[in-house]
C-alpha cells in the first residue's frame, strides 16, 4: 500500500474521530432531548477559545479538563434560563433560541478574542512526531485525538447502557409532565443532559482548537455537518454517529488524496469544453465538500432511521 | 398516611375551577370522589399532585405538600394515574414500567412481576412500544406504572374508561387489592355500580366544591343527592 | 373596530411604500425598501410552508438562489440580444424556474414532514450550495454574475435604471406575489394545508392526499422564493453562490419567525424589520450582529407570536374594555424596563469600543455632550449604575406583582 | 471646511475580518499623516470612513448605492478580488446612471489581473502590482535557482488564486521548461481548517518547492501544518509578510520563504522605516502595506491639483507618475494598473528588524526596478464622455 | 347483492406477534353493525386495516365488492368509507366550523382547488355550522383542540360523519361520556348514519343494544360469535369472553 494511501486513512481516521467527538453531544442532545441545537458547534467554538485562555494559566492538560466542566456550566445556564423557558412551544422554538444563540457566541467571541484566529498551539510533547512514514512525520497529537475520541465513544456508550436516563428523557420529551408525575425532577433532568452534550463539545473543542484552529468561524463551518453526522448514524445511537463521523471524515480526506475529475473516475476521456462538460470536469475533490450532504439526502430517502437508529427521523 | 385537604383552590389561566375544596382521606381507605363531568373531578387530583396553578392547604401526615412540585409529591408517597393514561408512546411496556420504579429497586410491596404475572397480557406485550398497544391495555399499563413506585396514596382517575366489563371487574379486584395492601386511593370514577361496590367513602362534588362527605352507605341512603348531583 | 384598525393600518402601509421612496428621493430609501418589498415576498412564500401546511425548511434559499440565477442569466441573453423579452417581465422565469426545481426536488422532500422534512431541505440545499459552488462556470463563482437591466427592449418608455423606477417594478410584482399568495390561503387548498400541518394522517381520511397536499403548498413557496430571488437579480444586478447559502436560508426563517408565522402579515413585518435593522444598525454601531441576536432570542424568549402576535395583543388591549389600565401597565413596564436597557446598550457599545475589535477608538460620544471612554474605569460606572437600577427596578416590580396567592 | 471623505469597504466582520481591520489601520495612519501635515487642496482634511463589505460582493453593491447616497466620490477596498468586480461595475453604472454623483475606485490589494484588463474600467486605480506582474517578476527570480527541478502549485479556489496558478504555469514554461509542474492543485477558499492531507499529497509528489498565493488563514494553516508533518521544501508566496504568517512558521520558515513585495521592514530607507516605526509605536502591530501610504500620496498629489472633484481626480492619476523613496511609481493610463519597484526577500533570523517580535524578518535578495512590472494589457480603456 | 364490507381471511401479524388470525366477516349494506370484545382483541387493529391505516399481512377486504385492502386511507375514503379514531385524532389548531368544512370539502366535488375562494362555498359553511349545533359543541371559534375533552369526542366523531361517506366506521364514539351523553351520542349516531352503512366499535353495552342490528364478538383476534343482539346477549361464549358478571352490562 503506497504511504500516501495509509496517510490519508490516518488522517481520515483522525479527522473521523474529531467529528464524532463534536457530534457526539449532539447525538445526546438530539436524540434524547429532540433538541436541534443549531449552537452545539458554538460550543465546541468556546471550549476552544477557553481552552486557549486556560492553558496561557494552567497549561495545556489541565485546560482540557476544566475548559469543558466550564462549558457544561454554560450550557447548564442556557438551558436553565432559555430552552426550558420556551420548551412548551416546541421544538422549533428551541431550534430558534439555539439558533440566536450561535449568533450571540460567535459576537462574543469576537469582542473578547478578536475577529481572527488565535494561537492555540499544542504542547511539544503532543507535537513531536509519533512515527515518520516515507519522510512524513505523523505527529502524536493525532494518536491523542484519536485516543480521546474512541474514550469518548466508551464512556457514552456505557453510560447510555447501565443508567435509566436515556428511557427518561425520551419518555419526557413527549409526556414531561407525566414523567414529572412519576416523581423525576425532569427540567433538571433536561439541564443535565444538556450540560453533558454541551461538555462534550467544549472537550472537542479544547482538543480541536489546538489541533486545527481556533478562530471565530470555526462554529459556522461545522454546525451542518454535526447534523448530517446525527442524522446519517441514527437517531438516538451513539455508535451510528460514530460510523457516520467515520465514513464523512474518510470520504473528504480520501477525495483529496487521490482527486481526479470525475470524467477520469469514470473512464471516460475529456469532455472539452462548454455546455454539461463543466459538470463532467468537476473533480472529486471538489464534490468532496457535498458529499456529506448528498449522504443525507439519500440517508433520509432511503433510510430515515439512519445506520444505526431505532427510530425513524 | 392521612390526607388533609383544606381551602383547595386551583385555576386554568382565568378561569377559577376549585373554589375552596375541603375532604380528608384516610389510611388504607378507598374514598371515591363523584360528581357530572366537568365539575373539577380531575383537576382536584391535579391540584393535590401539583400540576396546575393552586393554593389552599394539603397536609400528608401533618406535613405540608401544598408548595412542591409533582416529583417531590410523588417522593413523598402519592402516586398518579391520569385519565388520558399518558403511557409514554415510544418505550416498549416494560421500559414504561420500569421508569415506574424510581425507588430503582423493587421493595417489600408491588413488584414488575407482580403486575405481570396479574395481567398476562401485558407480559406478553413486555416488548411492544406502549404506543402500540390497545387503548384498554394502555390504560392498565398506566395503572400498573403508578403502583409500582409503591405510593402510600393513590389518585387514580376513571380507570375503567374504554375498558372491556370482564377487564372492568379485574381493575376493580385490582383496587380493592391495592387498598387491602396498604395503600389508600382516591377514585374518580363515572361507573357508580363500581365506584359504590369498592369504597368506604364518597364525596361528591359540584362546581369546584364538595356539597357531599360520607359513608358510602349514607350516600345510598340518600338517593336525593344522588339525584340532585350525579343526575341529569 | 379591531379589523377596521388592521384595514387601515394595511392601506397605510401600502400608502407608505408608495409615497415614501418618491418623497425621501433618496435611491438608498428606494434600494432599502425594494429589499425589503422582496424579503417580504420571500418570507411569506417560506411561511406557506412553515405557518400554513408545517414544513420548515432549511433550504429555502435554493429556489430564491435558483430564481435569481435564472434571472440573471436571462437578463444576461437579453442584454446581448439573444432574447427580445422586456426585462420587467423575466422574474416571471424565476418563478418558472422555482416550479420546475419544487416539482422535481418536492417530490422527494415532502414525503416526510417534521424534522426528516428540515433536515432534508437542509441537506439538499447545502448540496445546490455546494455544487454551485463547484461550478464556476454556471455560478459564477465568488464573484457570481452580473447584468445591467436597463439593456434591453423598453416597457412604457420606463428604463428601470433609476432606482425609483426600479422600486416601483419590484413593489408591483411584489404587491402580485403577496395578493396570489394571500389569496393562495383563502382557498380550500389552503384549508387543507393547515389541517394537513396539524395532523396529516387524519388529513388522508378526509380524501386528501396529504404528500400531494404539501407538494403543491410546497411547490407554490417554491414559485414566489423564485420569484422573489428573480427580483433580488433585477435591483442588485448581480447574483452571487451566496443567494444560495444557509445564511439565506436562516434568515428568512429568523425574519419570519420575528414577524410571526401565526399570521399572513407576520412574515411581512418580520422581512421590514430585520431588512431595515440590517441594512441601518450596522452603520450606527459595531455591535449590530450582537443586538440582532439579542433582539432574536428576546423575541423568541418574551413574544413568541412575533411581531403579529405583539400587534395582536395590541388591537385587543386598544380596543377592549380597560384600554387605560392596560396602557398604564405597558408604559409602566416600559419605564421600569428603560435603565435595563439603557445600561445594557452602553455596556455593550463600551465593551465593543474596549475590545480589540474595535475601530472606532474608545470614546463614546452621547447625546453630543456626554463623553465616555472605554478604557477609562470610571466611564463603565455609568451602565453600571444604569444596570444595577434596573435590576433593582425589575425586581421591586416582581416582587409588587400579584401573587397566584393573593388571588380569588 | 467639510474632510474629503473615503469609504473605506472591506470585510470587518467574518473570516477576513482581521485582514480588513489590518487595512483600516494602515488607512487611518496614512491619513493621519497627510492631515498632520496640513490636508489637501489648500488645506482639506481626509476622513476615512470605515464600511463592511462582509466579503460579499453583493453586500457591497448594495452598499455603494448607500455611499452614492450619502455623496462618497472616493472609495476604496482591497480584499478580495470579486468584491473589487463587483465595486468596478457598481461604479461604471452608478457613473453613467448617475452623473452627477460620480464614485472613484482605489484598489489598494486586490491582484486579479482581470481587473485591469478585460474588465477594466476608467475609474478604477489599482494600488497593487498585479498576479501576472508579480509572477513574472517571481519567476524571474525562481528561473535563476538551477537545483529546482520539481514545484507545486497549490492555491486558492477563486479568480485571484486561479489567475496565480494560470500565470505561474505559463511564465515557468516558458522560462524553465524543464521544471517538472508536479501538480497545480486549487483549494476552497478560507474552509481548510487541516491541510495535512495536502502535505501527504505534496510530499509524495517529490516536489522540492511550493508556489502559492494563499493568503490568510489558508496560508498559515498551509505552513504550520508542513512544519508538522518535517516538510522540507522551499516557499514561493506573496502574502507570507501578512498578519500571523510569520508566527505560524516560525524557524520552519527560515531561508525556505520566499516573498514578492513592494517594501518590507528591512529595506534601509530611514524616512520610510520612521514611518513604519511611528505605526508600531501607535498600534502595537507591524506597518506592512506600504502602497497604502503612496497611495494616499497620490490621491493627495491630485487632489492638490485639480480639487474635490472625482472626474477630474481620474483624470489627473491617470498616468499620474509619483515619486516614491524608492523610485518611482506609475499610473498606467492605458490600464490604471500601477507599476513600482518590488524586492523578493526571504525570511532570516540575521535581520535588524523583525515581524511579529519573532525574531524573524524578511530580507532583500532581489530587486526588481518598476519597469520589470509592465506586461501587456487587453483593456480598452474607455475614457467617460 | 354485494355487502357493503366483506373481509375474508384477513390476518394481522406485528413481527412474532399475530394479533388478527384469520377474520371473515360480512357487514350488510345499510346495516348498524356493532363489533365488541375485550380489550386488545384487535378491534381497532381491524379497523384499521380497514381503512387503510395499517397494512394486511393476508387476507382480502372489499369495499362493495372491490377489494381495498393495503390502499392508502385517503384512496379507500374516496370510495366512500369514513371513520372515527378510538383517541382522538383532530386538527388542534383549526376551530370545529373548519375541521367539519375540511371534511366536507372532497365530497362536495371541491379538491386541491387554489383557484376558488373558500368563501364562495358558502353552503358548506352553513352545513358545517348546522352540524356542530348539532353536535352540541360549545364554541365554534375556538380552536379545537383547547375544546373540552367531551366537545373533542363530538367532534370526532362529527368529522366521521360530515362526509357523505355510504360506510362509516366509528372506534369507541362514547368513550369517557357519563350516561347521558352516551345517550344523546348515540341518538345522534342513530339520527346521521340513517341509510348509510355503520360500523362500530363499543363498549359500553347501552349503546351497543341500542344502536346495533347485528354484533360481532372479536377476541384474541378471531370472531366468536356473530348474531343479532338478542343471540349474542344469550351466547354463553360470549358471556365468558366478554361480558363477565351479568350486573355489569346494565
Ligand atoms: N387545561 C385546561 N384548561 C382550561 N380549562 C380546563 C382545562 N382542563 C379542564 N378545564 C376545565 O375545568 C373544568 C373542570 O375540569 P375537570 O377535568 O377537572 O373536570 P372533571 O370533573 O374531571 O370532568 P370530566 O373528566 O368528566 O370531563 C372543566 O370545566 C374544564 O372545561
Ligand atoms: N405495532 C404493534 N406491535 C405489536 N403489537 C401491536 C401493535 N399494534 C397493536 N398491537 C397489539 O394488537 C392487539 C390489538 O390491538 P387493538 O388496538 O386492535 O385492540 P382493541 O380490540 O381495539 O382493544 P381496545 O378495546 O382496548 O381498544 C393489542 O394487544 C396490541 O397490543
Ligand atoms: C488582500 C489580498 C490577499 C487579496 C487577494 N490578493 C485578492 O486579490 O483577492
Ligand atoms: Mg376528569
Ligand atoms: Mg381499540
Known amino acids: 500500500m503506497s504511504s500516501l494511501l495509509i496517510l490519508s486513512l490516518l488522517n481520515g481516521l483522525a479527522y473521523g474521530l474529531l467529528l464524532f467527538l463534536l457530534s457526539s453531544g449532539l447525538t445526546l442532545i438530539f436524540s434524547m432531548m429532540g433538541v436541534l441545537n443549531f449552537a452545539h458547534a458554538s460550543f465546541y467554538m468556546l471550549g476552544a477559545y477557553l481552552g486557549f485562555q486556560l492553558s496561557a494559566v494552567t497549561g495545556f492538560w489541565v485546560a482540557i479538563i476544566i475548559s469543558p466542566i466550564l462549558v457544561g456550566l454554560i450550557g447548564a445556564a442556557v438551558e436553565r434560563f432559555g430552552l426550558r423557558k420556551v420548551h412548551a412551544q416546541g421544538h422549533v422554538a428551541e431550534l430558534l433560541l439555539t439558533f440566536g444563540l450561535a449568533f450571540l457566541i460567535e459576537e462574543v467571541v469576537q469582542l473578547v478574542w478578536g475577529r481572527s484566529a488565535v494561537n492555540f498551539v499544542l504542547p511539544q510533547i503532543l507535537r513531536d512526531p509519533m512515527f515518520v512514514l516515507d519522510g512524513v512525520a505523523y505527529p502524536t497529537y493525532r494518536i491523542f485525538m484519536m485516543a480521546v475520541a474512541l474514550g469518548m465513544l466508551a464512556v ?98 480520501l477525495a483529496i488524496g487521490f482527486d481526479r475529475p470525475i470524467y477520469a473516475m469514470l473512464g471516460f476521456g475529456s469532455p472539452g469544453e462548454g455546455g454539461l462538460a463543466e459538470l463532467w470536469s468537476v473533480s472529486l475533490a471538489q464534490i468532496a465538500p457535498l458529499l456529506p450532504y448528498l449522504l443525507l439526502v439519500l440517508t433520509l430517502i432511503f433510510r430515515p432511521r439512519g445506520i444505526a437508529g431505532t427510530r425513524d427521523l | 398516611m392521612t390526607l388533609v385537604v383544606s381551602g383547595l383552590h386551583a385555576w386554568y389561566g382565568h378561569s377559577h375551577v376549585l373554589q375552596g375544596v375541603d375532604f380528608e382521606v384516610g389510611p388504607g381507605e378507598i374514598v371515591a370522589l363523584l360528581g357530572r363531568n366537568g365539575v373539577g373531578r380531575s383537576t382536584t387530583l391535579k391540584a393535590l399532585m401539583g400540576d396546575v396553578e393552586r393554593r389552599g392547604r394539603v397536609l400528608l401526615d401533618g406535613a405540608r405538600i401544598d408548595r412542591l412540585d409533582p416529583h417531590q409529591v410523588v417522593r413523598r408517597g402519592l402516586a398518579y394515574v391520569p385519565e388520558d393514561r399518558q403511557v409514554f408512546p415510544t418505550l416498549t411496556v416494560e421500559q414504561n414500567l420500569d421508569l415506574g420504579n424510581w425507588r430503582g429497586r423493587a421493595e417489600g410491596g408491588w413488584t414488575k412481576p407482580d403486575v405481570l404475572s396479574r395481567f398476562p397480557r401485558l407480559a406478553e406485550r413486555a416488548k411492544v412500544p406502549a404506543g402500540a398497544l390497545s387503548g384498554g391495555e394502555q390504560q392498565l399499563l398506566s395503572m400498573c406504572r403508578s403502583l409500582l413506585s409503591n405510593p402510600r396514596l393513590m389518585l387514580i382517575d376513571e380507570p375503567t374508561e374504554g375498558l372491556a366489563p370482564a377487564m372492568v371487574t379485574q381493575v376493580k379486584e385490582l383496587i380493592v387489592e391495592i387498598a387491602a395492601r396498604g395503600c389508600a386511593v382516591l377514585l374518580v370514577e363515572q361507573k357508580l355500580t363500581i365506584a359504590l361496590k369498592i369504597a368506604s367513602r364518597v364525596l361528591v362534588m359540584v362546581h369546584g366544591q364538595m356539597v357531599f362527605q360520607d359513608s358510602t352507605a349514607a350516600f345510598i341512603a340518600a338517593p336525593e343527592i344522588r339525584r340532585r348531583y350525579l343526575e341529569v | 373596530m379591531s379589523r377596521y384598525l388592521n384595514h387601515f393600518l394595511i392601506a397605510l402601509a401600502l400608502a407608505g411604500g408608495v409615497a415614501v421612496p418618491w418623497l425621501s428621493g433618496s435611491s438608498f430609501t428606494a434600494t432599502l425598501m425594494s429589499q425589503i418589498a422582496i424579503a417580504a415576498v420571500f418570507s411569506v412564500s417560506f411561511n406557506l410552508m412553515w405557518g400554513t401546511t408545517g414544513l420548515l425548511s432549511f433550504g429555502h434559499a435554493l429556489y430564491f438562489g435558483a430564481g435569481a440565477f435564472t434571472v440573471m442569466h436571462l437578463t444576461r441573453m437579453v442584454n446581448d440580444g439573444g432574447l427580445a423579452v422586456p426585462i420587467a417581465l423575466l422574474p416571471a422565469a424565476g418563478g418558472l424556474c422555482g416550479l420546475v426545481l419544487g416539482l422535481v426536488l418536492g417530490s422527494v422532500a415532502t414525503r416526510r414532514g417534521g424534522i426528516a422534512f428540515a433536515m432534508i431541505t437542509m441537506g439538499l440545499g447545502e448540496l445546490a450550495f455546494s455544487l454551485s459552488q463547484t461550478l464556476k462556470g454556471t455560478f459564477g463563482g465568488e464573484s457570481g454574475i452580473s447584468a445591467d437591466r436597463t439593456q434591453g427592449p423598453e416597457m412604457f418608455g420606463l428604463t428601470f435604471g433609476p432606482y425609483l423606477q426600479a422600486y416601483y417594478l419590484i413593489l408591483a410584482w411584489a404587491l402580485l406575489c403577496l395578493g396570489m399568495m394571500y389569496y393562495l390561503t383563502k382557498t380550500p387548498l389552503g384549508r387543507i394545508a393547515t389541517a394537513v400541518r396539524d395532523n396529516p394522517e387524519r388529513a388522508g381520511f378526509l380524501q386528501f392526499d396529504p404528500y400531494v397536499v404539501r407538494l403543491m403548498m410546497y411547490v407554490a413557496a417554491s414559485v414566489f422564493a423564485g420569484i422573489a430571488g428573480g427580483l433580488s437579480s433585477l435591483l442588485y444586478e448581480i447574483v452571487t453562490v451566496e443567494a444560495l447559502s444557509l445564511n439565506i436560508s436562516s434568515n428568512v426563517v429568523l425574519m419570519s419567525v420575528i414577524g410571526g408565522t401565526g399570521h399572513f402579515f407576520g412574515p411581512v413585518m418580520g422581512a421590514s424589520l430585520v431588512t431595515w435593522l440590517q441594512s441601518t444598525l450596522s452603520d450606527h454601531s459595531e455591535a449590530w450582529l450582537f443586538y440582532y441576536g439579542i433582539f432574536f432570542v428576546a423575541m423568541i424568549v418574551f413574544a413568541p407570536g412575533g411581531l403579529a402576535g405583539i400587534w395582536v395583543g395590541a388591537v385587543r388591549m386598544l380596543t377592549g374594555q380597560n384600554r387605560l389600565a392596560a396602557l398604564r401597565a405597558v408604559a409602566g413596564r416600559a419605564l421600569r424596563l428603560a435603565p435595563l436597557v439603557m445600561g445594557a446598550v452602553l455596556a455593550i457599545e463600551l465593551a465593543y469600543r474596549a475590545s480589540v475589535v474595535s475601530t472606532r477608538g474608545t470614546e463614546l460620544h452621547l447625546f453630543g455632550a456626554i463623553t465616555l471612554d472605554a478604557a477609562n474605569l470610571w466611564s463603565w460606572s455609568v451602565p453600571g449604575l444604569c444596570l444595577a437600577a434596573g435590576i433593582w427596578l425589575l425586581a421591586a416590580g416582581r416582587r409588587g406583582a400579584r401573587k397566584p396567592e393573593d388571588r380569588a | 471646511e467639510e474632510p474629503i471623505r473615503i469609504a473605506f469597504v472591506d470585510p470587518l466582520s467574518g473570516p477576513l475580518a482581521s485582514s480588513g481591520e489590518l487595512g483600516l489601520r494602515h488607512y487611518q495612519f496614512a491619513v493621519d499623516e497627510i492631515n498632520r501635515n496640513g490636508g489637501v487642496d489648500g488645506g482639506r482634511m481626509l476622513e476615512v470612513v470605515p464600511f463592511d463589505s462582509k466579503a460579499s460582493p453583493q453586500e457591497t453593491v448594495l452598499l455603494l448605492r448607500k455611499l452614492a447616497d450619502e455623496g462618497f466620490h472616493y472609495v476604496s477596498q482591497g480584499n478580495g478580488s470579486s468584491v473589487s468586480a463587483a465595486i468596478i461595475e457598481a461604479v461604471e453604472k452608478n457613473n453613467s446612471r448617475n452623473p452627477d454623483q460620480t464614485m472613484v475606485f482605489l484598489n489598494y490589494s486586490a491582484v486579479d489581473p482581470a481587473l485591469t484588463n478585460e474588465k477594466c474600467s476608467w475609474w478604477h486605480f489599482r494600488f497593487d502590482t498585479e498576479v501576472n506582474q508579480k509572477t513574472a517578476e517571481m519567476t524571474d527570480f525562481i528561473a535563476d535557482n538551477k537545483d529546482l527541478k520539481r514545484i507545486y502549485l497549490i492555491n486558492q479556489d477563486y479568480s485571484f488564486g486561479h489567475a496565480v496558478g494560470d500565470a505561474a504555469r505559463s511564465m515557468l514554461g516558458e522560462k524553465r521548461p524543464d521544471i517538472e509542474i508536479v501538480a497545480d492543485e486549487y483549494h476552497p477558499l478560507m474552509k481548510i481548517k487541516d491541510f495535512a492531507p495536502y502535505i501527504a499529497k505534496i510530499k509524495a509528489s517529490g516536489a522540492q518547492a511550493v508556489l502559492t498565493g494563499n493568503f490568510g488563514a489558508d496560508l498559515t494553516l498551509l505552513v504550520k501544518a508542513a512544519s508538522d508533518a518535517g516538510l522540507d521544501v522551499d516557499w514561493y508566496t506573496y502574502y507570507s509578510g501578512l498578519l500571523g504568517a510569520v508566527t505560524a512558521m516560525g524557524d520552519a520558515g527560515v531561508n525556505k520563504v520566499y516573498e514578492l513585495s513592494e517594501w518590507h521592514e528591512n529595506i534601509d530607507n530611514p524616512e520610510l522605516a520612521a514611518f513604519a516605526g511611528a505605526y508600531k509605536e501607535e498600534f502595537g502591530d507591524d506597518w506592512r502595506y506600504m502602497r497604502v501610504k503612496f497611495m494616499f500620496g497620490m490621491l493627495a498629489q491630485a487632489l492638490d491639483e485639480v480639487g474635490d472633484d472625482p472626474a477630474k481626480v481620474a483624470a489627473a492619476l491617470s498616468g499620474m507618475s509619483y515619486d516614491t523613496p524608492l523610485g518611482q511609481a506609475v499610473m498606467q493610463p492605458e490600464n490604471h494598473q500601477i507599476i513600482m519597484p518590488q524586492f523578493v526577500t526571504v525570511l532570516s533570523r540575521d535581520v535588524p528588524n523583525d515581524l511579529e517580535g519573532t525574531g524573524i524578518g524578511r530580507k532583500t535578495i532581489r530587486e526588481f526596478p518598476a519597469q520589470s512590472a509592465v506586461v501587456p494589457t487587453t483593456c480598452q480603456m474607455k475614457r467617460p464622455g | 347483492m354485494t355487502a357493503a364490507i366483506e373481509l375474508s381471511g384477513i390476518s394481522k401479524s406485528f413481527g412474532p406477534l399475530r394479533v388478527i388470525e384469520g377474520v371473515d366477516l360480512v357487514i350488510e349494506k345499510s346495516s348498524r353493525h356493532a363489533v365488541i370484545g375485550p380489550n386488545g382483541a384487535g378491534k381497532s387493529t381491524l379497523f384499521h386495516m380497514i381503512s387503510g391505516r395499517l397494512d394486511v399481512t393476508s387476507g382480502v377486504v372489499r369495499l362493495f365488492g372491490e377489494e381495498i385492502q393495503n390502499q392508502k386511507p385517503h384512496r379507500i375514503a374516496r370510495k366512500g368509507l369514513s371513520r372515527s379514531f378510538q383517541i382522538t385524532n383532530l386538527f388542534p389548531r383549526l376551530t370545529a366550523i373548519e375541521v367539519l368544512t375540511s371534511a366536507m370539502l372532497w365530497p362536495a366535488g371541491v379538491r386541491y382547488d387554489f383557484w376558488s375562494p373558500l368563501a364562495r362555498l358558502r353552503d358548506l359553511h352553513e352545513r358545517a355550522a348546522a352540524m356542530a349545533r348539532d353536535l352540541g359543541i360549545a364554541s365554534t371559534d375556538t380552536p379545537s383542540g383547547l375544546l373540552s375533552y367531551a366537545d373533542q369526542r363530538a367532534l370526532e366523531l362529527g368529522v366521521a360523519v360530515a362526509s357523505d361517506a355510504r360506510v362509516i366506521l366509528l372506534d369507541e364514539p362514547t368513550a369517557g361520556m357519563n350516561r347521558d351523553e352516551a345517550r344523546r351520542t348515540r341518538d345522534l349516531i342513530l339520527s346521521t348514519t340513517e341509510g348509510r352503512t355503520l360500523l362500530m366499535v363499543e363498549h359500553d353495552m347501552d349503546v351497543v343494544f341500542g344502536i346495533a342490528d347485528r354484533i360481532s364478538v372479536l377476541a384474541s383476534g378471531r370472531i366468536i360469535a356473530s348474531g343479532t343482539p338478542e343471540e349474542i346477549r344469550r351466547n354463553a361464549a360470549v358471556q365468558e369472553a366478554y361480558l363477565g358478571a351479568e350486573e355489569e352490562i346494565a
Open chain 1, 156 to 253: 457514552v456508550i456505557v453510560f447510555l447502557r447501565t443508567t435509566r436516563v436515556g428511557l427518561l428523557v425520551q419518555a419526557a420529551l413527549g409526556l414531561p409532565r407525566m414523567v414529572g408525575m412519576l416523581g423525576y425532577n425532569v427540567p433538571r433532568l433536561f439541564t443535565q443532559v444538556f450540560a453533558v452534550g454541551s461538555a462534550l463539545a467544549g472537550l472537542a473543542g479544547a482538543i480541536g482548537g489546538a489541533v486545527l484552529v481556533t478562530e471565530p468561524a470555526m462554529a459556522r463551518e461545522l454546525g451542518p455537518i454535526v447534523f448530517v453526522v446525527v442524522v446519517v448514524g441514527g437517531l438516538g445511537s451513539v455508535f451510528g454517529a460514530f460510523v457516520a463521523s467515520l465514513i464523512i471524515g474518510m470520504v473528504q480526506t
